[in-house]
């Protein structure tokens, strides 16, 4: 399935970030100053397009929902992030995997955790589609490209299901407040990033969909 990633879009969601961030700083808890803790030109195996993406992100139901819908999101981003690592030529782009695998690691089990403590004995099983391409048969700034083109709204869900917790006052346990904060304040940071990386390394040109670079 071929996904249409246009600059426009691009800037469209990072005002959106920064819409969230705004009501996040006024109205909701602010962790911003805590740590940053196989044709894959072809296929896409998940959504497409911002307005995909917010319906899915604004379907958390409760902090039940949030827990075993951000694990296998969280795996996903693992999984793809382990493909970079392999693959990629930059050393900033191997440090980023790493974070990304070490952080997204420590809060599935930590997730897992609560869920096993807090609701046993309930199904925390979920269908989860896939956002993001396989990348296993690319490499270098071909692999790189995808990867930042990918992992930006891949991000912004996992801000956007984090706002959504907290300002609709969903956790049942104080735990996950400062938890989701900081998913929200760290991925928000890395979106900015990688938004730069594209900036820097392909010329401001996100690509335009599989198999395509350029505007």
Not at 32 to 38: A, I, L, R, V
Not at 145 to 168: C, G, K, R, T
Request: aromatic share 6%.
């Amino acid at each position: 399935m071929h996904w249409t990633w246009h600059m426009k879009t691009l800037l469209s969601a990072t005002a959106l970030l920064t819409i969230v961030a705004a009501g996040a700083c006024s109205d909701g808890p602010s962790m911003s100053n805590n740590p940053m803790g196989p044709s894959a030109v072809a296929g896409r195996a998940g959504s497409s397009g911002i307005g995909a993406m917010a319906g899915m992100g604004m379907a958390v139901a409760s902090e039940f929902d949030y827990l075993t819908r951000m694990i296998p999101h969280h795996d996903e981003a693992i999984a793809t992030a382990s493909v970079l690592q392999r693959g990629t030529n930059r050393q900033e782009m191997r440090a980023f995997a790493a974070s990304i695998i070490e952080t997204q690691t420590a809060e599935v089990n930590q997730m897992k955790a609560w869920l096993a403590t807090w609701y046993p004995g309930r199904d925390t099983s979920v269908t989860y589609e896939p956002m993001m391409r396989d990348l296993a048969g690319l490499g270098g700034d071909a692999l790189d490209q995808a990867f930042l083109d990918d992992m930006i709204p891949h991000h912004m869900m996992a801000v956007m299901m984090s706002q959504q917790l907290l300002m609709a006052n969903l956790a049942r346990h104080g735990e996950v407040v400062p938890f989701a904060g900081h998913i929200r304040d760290v991925q928000h940071r890395e979106i900015q990033t990688m938004a730069a990386w594209l900036r820097g390394w392909f010329g401001a040109a996100a690509s335009s969909g599989p198999g395509h670079s350029g505007n």
